[in-house]
Structures are given as C-alpha cells and as structure tokens.
C-alpha cells in the first residue's frame, strides 16, 4: 500500500534552515508528481510546493526564493529544503502524492503523517 513517512522537522528560529524528507513505499515513485502542503496552528491545509515526475517545479509565492524541492528516484525520496525561514512558516508539513505524473495537489491525496516545523526565537 502506499506508504509515505516524512521526517526532518523541528525548531528553528527566523532565518534558519530545515530540509525535510519524504520516504515513500508501495508504489513506482517515479511515475507520480509529488507536493509538499502544510497546516498551520488552527488553519486549513496548503499547498505549498510541487514537483512533477519530469523535474518541473512550482513554489507557492510566499516560498518562492526560499524553499527548494527535490526528489531523488532511484531513493523514492522526497525533499524539501527550507531556507530564511519565517515564524509564518510554522506547521506540520505533510508529503503528498499526486494521481498522475503532473498532477496538482488535491486534498484527498495520500500523506504522510507530517513533521513538525516550528519557526521561533
């Protein structure tokens, strides 16, 4: 069955770095695009970063510049490297497969359980 465990969370204070990792199982993973979507304290679910079975990427505006995504197929790894983090990028971030190679983020989309990040000094 599909499997997704994502780890790398923790705090952080403002300006600091965090890479997340998505391990995946129970599927050809490089078939599938795959997104990165968080849940802030209180809020829905969004949609942060994606990336397609060919490479092609796409940022929401407020990570553009400071967020990375890439994916490692031979490891069926996700990952996402955060830089100059801010206190509103603070959730639980949660790895998203996608239905087809180029599919965009829908919320019924299998995840993970998430990790945690905290953005604080």
């Known amino acids: 069955q599909v499997q997704l465990v994502e780890s790398g969370g923790g705090l952080v204070q403002p300006g600091g770095s965090l890479t997340l990792s998505c391990k995946a199982s129970?599927?050809?993973?490089?078939?599938?695009?795959f997104s990165w979507v968080r849940q802030a304290p209180g809020k829905g679910l969004e949609w942060v970063s994606r990336?397609?079975?060919?490479?092609?990427?796409t940022y929401k505006n407020s990570v553009e510049g400071r967020f990375t995504i890439s994916r490692d197929d031979a490891k069926k790894t996700l990952s996402l490297q955060m830089n100059h983090l801010k206190p509103e990028d603070t959730g639980v971030y949660y790895c998203?497969?996608?239905?087809?190679?180029?599919?965009?983020?829908?919320?019924?989309?299998?995840r993970g359980q998430g990790t945690r990040v905290t953005v604080s000094s």
């Open positions: 998203a497969k996608g239905r087809t190679s180029m599919s965009t983020w829908i919320t019924s989309d299998p």
């Open positions: 129970g599927f050809v993973f490089s078939n599938y695009a």
């Open positions: 990336m397609t079975s060919g490479g092609f990427t």
